[in-house]
C-alpha cells in the first residue's frame, strides 16, 4: 500500500500579513524586527516584526536550542520572514512561534567614536553635547563633527535558518529538502 501524507512538506504555511493571521492557524510574514529580541523566563527568545498592517510577537521557545542564538543576534530595522504556527493566549497578543526564519536584509550597524589627536595620538574627550572635543593630553579643540564611524561586523549572514529537529514539527519541510 502506498499513502499520500503531507508531512514534512510546509503545506500547513501560507503567505499572509499580520492584520490577517487568526489563532490556531500557521503562516508566513515578511516584515521587520521592531523590537529587540529579549530573553524570558525559561530561556524562550521573543521579539516583533512588523509589516504594513501591524505588529506581531515571534517566539523562539527553549528547546529549539541554538536556534534561539540566530534570533537574538537579529537588531530593531532587519528584514525577515517568518515562519510558523499562531497561538493566542488569555491576556496575551498574538504569537507566531517560529519554526523557520529567513533573514533577508541586515542594516549596518556603525559604532561612533571621538576623533584621535593628531598631535599626541590620544582619543580626545567629549565636551558636552555640541560642544566639540579635547584632548586630555595636550588641549587640542575638536569641532563637533569630527567623530569617526566604523561599522561593526555582524554575526549573522542572509538566508535561511530553521529549528533542530528535536523542536520540527511533523509538517515542516526541513531546510535539507527545500536546499537540494
Not at 493566549?89 to 550597524?109: D, F, Q, R, S
Request: aromatic share 6%; proline share 6%.
Amino acid at each position: 500500500m502506498i499513502y499520500q501524507t503531507n508531512q514534512a512538506t510546509d503545506s500547513h504555511l501560507l503567505r499572509t500579513t499580520v492584520s490577517a493571521i487568526k489563532p490556531l492557524t500557521s503562516g508566513i510574514v515578511s516584515g521587520r524586527v521592531s523590537q529587540k529580541p529579549k530573553v524570558i523566563r525559561g530561556g524562550h527568545v521573543i521579539m516583533a516584526v512588523t509589516d504594513q498592517t501591524g505588529e506581531l510577537y515571534c517566539a523562539a521557545y527553549e528547546p529549539t536550542r541554538r536556534f534561539r542564538d540566530v534570533v537574538k543576534k537579529l537588531q530593531v530595522g532587519d528584514s525577515v520572514r517568518v515562519f510558523g504556527g499562531i497561538k493566542k493566549k488569555e491576556n496575551l497578543p498574538l504569537t507566531l512561534n517560529l519554526e523557520k526564519i529567513e533573514i533577508l536584509n541586515l542594516l549596518k550597524i556603525c559604532l561612533k567614536s571621538n576623533p584621535f589627536c593628531t598631535r599626541c595620538g590620544r582619543r580626545a574627550k567629549s565636551e558636552g553635547k555640541g560642544k566639540g572635543y579635547r584632548c586630555r593630553g595636550c588641549g587640542q579643540m575638536f569641532k563637533p563633527g569630527t567623530e569617526t564611524y566604523t561599522e561593526r561586523p555582524r554575526e549573522l549572514e542572509i538566508g535561511l535558518y530553521e529549528v533542530p529537529p528535536r523542536a520540527r514539527r511533523h509538517l515542516a519541510k526541513p531546510l535539507i529538502r527545500i536546499l537540494c
